[in-house]
């Protein structure tokens, strides 16, 4: 059974940073290419950074390019995404993603928040 967990949202201070955890199960993880999405509200689903599965090749939405770094450990089966200056377009609620066996996987999810 595939799973994808997500942690390390919470609220963060215009300018902060925070580093996203997504911990995956049910699949040969190192074979497998990784993604993270966004979305606030009112507005759709977003494709905010791609990783390879070896991690050599990855690709960032423009908005958050030179600010975000996706990353991944293949023997934690766990891929990362860095999120410095951090700014309120930034806030919303971020899932990681996966296509396995011809099947689209989505985590539950982690909210982030920028206030100050």
């Known amino acids: 059974q595939v799973q994808l967990v997500e942690s390390g949202g919470g609220l963060v201070q215009p300018g902060g940073s925070l580093r996203l955890s997504c911990t995956a199960s049910?699949?040969?993880?190192?074979?497998?290419?990784m993604r993270w999405y966004r979305q606030a509200p009112g507005k759709e689903r977003e494709l905010v950074a791609h990783i390879t599965s070896d991690g050599g090749y990855t690709v960032y939405a423009d908005s958050v390019k030179g600010r975000f770094i996706i990353s991944r450990d293949n023997a934690r089966s766990t891929v990362y995404l860095q999120m410095n200056s951090l700014n309120a377009e930034d806030a919303a609620v971020y899932y990681c993603y996966s296509h396995v066996l011809n099947r689209a996987y989505w985590g539950q999810g982690t909210q982030v928040t920028v206030s100050s």
């Open positions: 049910g699949f040969t993880f190192s074979t497998h290419t």
